[in-house]
């Protein structure tokens, strides 16, 4: 379930969201803003246990958030549509990592080779 959305009002195990796809291409997303901070905060929790186990789409619990749903918020929906995905639409992309200007890129492991100098009895470290 999405951890923001509000649960829908009369099915059980809905939620108030909709997302627009295009030619098998998702464009947009779209949902009612979950406003209950007790509730959101126990799906943040929920989240955080998924984190922990290894869900790597799963968030964490944001306190500031969650303090700031204390002091009250109206009923509010919204909806995102990134450009990305338009510019995937666009140039019949399969893949939205094809469009991506700034790819999000794991850092490389340096390993690090350690010799030791038989002369002196010393390690000497050189990055690979």
């Given at each position: 379930?999405?951890?923001?959305?509000?649960?829908?009002?009369?099915?059980?195990?809905?939620?108030?969201?909709?997302?627009?796809?295009?030619?098998k291409?998702?464009?947009c997303?779209?949902?009612?803003?979950?406003?209950?901070?007790?509730?959101?905060?126990?799906?943040?929790?929920?989240?955080?246990?998924?984190?922990?186990?290894?869900?790597d789409?799963?968030?964490?619990?944001?306190?500031?958030?969650?303090?700031?749903?204390?002091?009250?918020?109206?009923?509010?929906?919204?909806?995102?549509?990134?450009?990305?995905?338009?510019?995937?639409?666009?140039?019949?992309?399969?893949?939205?990592?094809?469009?991506?200007?700034?790819?999000?890129?794991?850092?490389?492991?340096?390993?690090?080779?350690?010799?030791?100098?038989?002369?002196?009895?010393?390690?000497?470290?050189?990055?690979?």
């Open positions: 379930m999405s951890p923001l959305a509000k649960w829908h009002r009369s099915k059980e195990g809905l939620t108030e969201r909709f997302e627009l796809f295009v030619m291409k998702e464009i997303n779209a949902y009612t803003e979950l406003n209950d901070p007790m509730k959101q905060r126990q799906l943040f929790e929920e989240q955080a246990k998924a984190k922990a186990a290894g869900d789409e799963a968030m964490f619990i944001d306190e500031n958030f969650c303090t700031a749903l204390e002091y009250g918020l109206p009923p509010t929906a919204g909806w995102g549509m990134g450009i990305d995905r338009v510019t995937m639409f666009l140039t019949d992309s399969n893949n939205i990592k094809e469009v991506l200007l700034f790819p999000a890129m794991k850092p490389e492991d340096k390993k690090e080779n350690v010799t030791v100098d038989t002369l002196e009895g010393t390690a000497v470290g050189t990055s690979v």
